[in-house]
């Protein structure tokens, strides 16, 4: 493993499954988990580990099928339920039984929110996350547009970047390389890492499992537009609206103070996000879409703000704060930012 930052480091530990993390400040610290999203690992949050308040113990570890943690198979049908017990495990494994504070970027927003509801937690930070009704092929209720769910899951992947993944690619001579891909999506438009760190987080991306079980996972034939339904392995797959729900939050019976970040210029999730198949079809981008009445772009923020509204109208404290002109990762393109807004909402839930 590249050099890591000052005061950061590498461990192992085998809980549920043989989990590689990083990890920063006291032993005896109040704990911190950051999840990491697709496509990613915990190294994307090491740049905030060592100007952070020192009472914290920060634990960044590397998900199921990312990183260097055990590629263990992802059941689909279980949402992001893999992942969740993975971190129950994972805590449970490193004798954490105290409440942690857990920040979930991305996929792992629909992680931490089940692991919620399986042990008490200090504070919930929903960092740009997937919506409570999983990504693509939702009306703005979150009921699909087509019975099976098509539209959605592994089958909509583009089979360009998965091959460029797979022969792990890290140039630049196209737009589906994985490194202008995170350059173009992961961050606000024209921001790019010093080319050293740039490079490292492209190696992380690169230890991402290639297969049916992992990403992006395996993929149905469907009668409906655009002709692939989701399967039942792999991420994109537990993704899918089919399997992917914590539009429950709100009816939690203990509610952790939430924070929620999002980056104004995000283009994964979005009202209308790039990745997406009712913005792509309505784009033109891909041929056939049937229209609005039918497969609409998926208002994903908007489905975000609604349950956590309704979570504040259930008793919960939940504070928003959005980063102008950030993309899908203020706490790297806006990091410093980010990391004042962070540590001052957990002091605060800390103290309330």
Excluded at 25 to 53: C, I, K, Q, W, Y
């Amino acid at each position: 493993m590249d050099h890591l930052m000052p005061g950061v480091r590498a461990a192992e530990v085998q809980g549920r499954i043989r989990t590689h993390y990083l990890e920063s400040g006291p032993a005896d610290g109040e704990p911190v988990v950051f999840v990491h999203g697709n496509l990613s690992t915990g190294r994307f949050f090491e740049h905030l580990m060592p100007g952070a308040p020192e009472r914290w113990r920060i634990l960044a570890p590397d998900m199921r099928c990312f990183g260097r943690s055990e590629p263990a198979p992802i059941d689909a049908t279980r949402g992001l339920g893999d992942w969740a017990d993975d971190l129950v495990g994972f805590l449970d494994a490193l004798g954490i039984d105290r409440p942690v504070h857990l920040v979930g970027w991305s996929t792992a927003g629909a992680a931490i929110a089940l692991v919620a509801r399986a042990r008490r937690v200090a504070s919930l930070t929903f960092l740009d996350p997937v919506s409570p009704y999983g990504f693509g092929g939702t009306f703005p209720d979150g009921s699909p547009c087509w019975p099976d769910f098509a539209g959605s899951g592994a089958g909509v992947a583009n089979p360009e970047f998965v091959r460029r993944l797979r022969e792990g690619d890290r140039g630049e001579d196209s737009p589906l390389s994985p490194r202008n891909v995170m350059n173009a999506t992961y961050w606000r438009a024209g921001h790019r890492e010093p080319r050293d760190r740039e490079d490292v987080l492209v190696d992380e991306i690169l230890l991402t499992t290639i297969s049916d079980d992992g990403y992006p996972g395996d993929a149905q034939t469907s009668e409906n537009w655009p002709g692939s339904a989701p399967g039942t392995r792999g991420l994109l797959n537990a993704l899918s609206p089919k399997y992917c729900d914590w539009s429950w939050l709100p009816t939690l019976a203990e509610k952790p103070p939430v924070l929620w970040t999002h980056g104004s210029d995000d283009v994964v999730v979005a009202d209308g996000s790039a990745l997406e198949l009712g913005t792509l079809g309505a784009s033109g981008v891909v041929p056939g879409w049937p229209g609005a009445d039918a497969f609409p772009p998926q208002p994903m923020v908007s489905q975000i703000r609604e349950v956590l509204e309704a979570y504040r109208a259930a008793g919960g404290r939940v504070a928003i704060e959005e980063f102008s002109g950030s993309g899908h990762g203020p706490h790297v393109d806006a990091a410093e930012q980010w990391a004042a807004t962070y540590w001052a909402f957990v002091e605060s839930a800390r103290s309330g």
